[in-house]
């Protein structure tokens, strides 16, 4: 194991931004051991004298959205403690070009090669979430609607993903099941009924929001009477959402979901929904391709 810690000044920065430094340290952690399997990196070991240093740039090889910087910075801290220097030069959720270094780390080249894979790929990851976050964004742009993410993120790194959404110009829907009630259709048929579940939910929960799904118009205009707070449209046409959003009348939020693509963001937010919820922000966001280019010290 590695034993290492992310310094203190690191942990602020993680902390700000909504991720756990506990949690964000043990992923860390996990990375970093699995990358050395209980050894060292022969290759560098072979080939890099013991008291080399250098600086390892962080470089963008594509355009995109940043995500992740802080969290990179605390990869190299918890591998090398205050013996690397970072800087960084793009700031979480700005546009890079091909070309722009994103972060500089400065210190032994041991440590730098030893942190550089379990960084890239944090940070490739979680800007390639919020590039693509930015892509729905930009396609909804002055309809009001909003992109939402879901539940399905990468497990244990949940907290890190939604950041990234956000970064993106996204919003995050519940972070896990106890903070947001969200009925679905095997919650409807246990109670027996869309107003049952929902009456069951708010009964026992009162002060917490209750989404419920429906997948008709008959069913919208039931949770609506019951009280609802937020209705996710399951698989609706977008004539379906102008009627949903002539029915709701802003008795409720909207939110569409199921079946969504890029090509047709635009008309399903031009329907009136609040939102859209897209799972495929955070289950098939590609990498944002970023590289690592080491400039020896003189």
Request: one cysteine or more.
């Amino acid at each position: 194991m590695s034993g290492g810690r992310i310094d203190d000044g690191v942990r602020a920065k993680v902390s700000a931004a909504g991720i756990d430094p506990v949690a964000l340290e043990l992923l860390i952690g996990l990375a970093v051991d699995e990358d050395l399997d209980g050894g060292v990196d022969v290759t560098t070991v072979a080939t890099v004298p013991s008291d080399q240093r250098a600086t390892l740039d962080l470089v963008a090889r594509r355009p995109g959205i940043v995500a992740g910087g802080s969290v990179a910075e605390a990869v190299f801290s918890y591998v090398s403690g205050d013996s690397v220097a970072v800087r960084t030069v793009v700031a979480d959720g700005s546009r890079v070009e091909a070309g722009d270094v994103i972060l500089s780390a400065s210190g032994p080249t041991h440590e730098l090669l030893r942190a550089e894979r379990p960084a890239l790929n944090l940070l490739g990851h979680l800007s390639g979430i919020a590039t693509a976050t930015r892509t729905w964004v930009d396609a909804v742009a002055g309809t009001g609607a909003s992109i939402r993410d879901t539940r399905k993120t990468t497990p244990g790194m949940r907290r890190l993903e939604k950041y990234a959404v956000r970064c993106g110009g996204g919003v995050n829907h519940r972070m896990s099941l106890s903070d947001a009630a969200l009925v679905k259709d095997n919650h409807v048929i246990a109670a027996g009924g869309v107003a049952a579940a929902f009456e069951a939910v708010r009964r026992q929960f009162p002060g917490i929001d209750v989404e419920v799904e429906v997948d008709s118009i008959d069913q919208l205009d039931e949770v609506l009477d019951a009280g609802a707070d937020l209705v996710l449209l399951d698989n609706f046409t977008p004539e379906q959402m102008r009627e949903a959003v002539r029915r709701t009348s802003g008795r409720a939020r909207l939110e569409a979901s199921g079946g969504l693509s890029l090509d047709m963001a635009g008309e399903v937010a031009a329907t009136g929904v609040d939102y859209l919820a897209v799972g495929a922000l955070t289950h098939s966001a590609p990498v944002l391709d970023i590289g690592a280019d080491l400039r020896q010290e003189s």
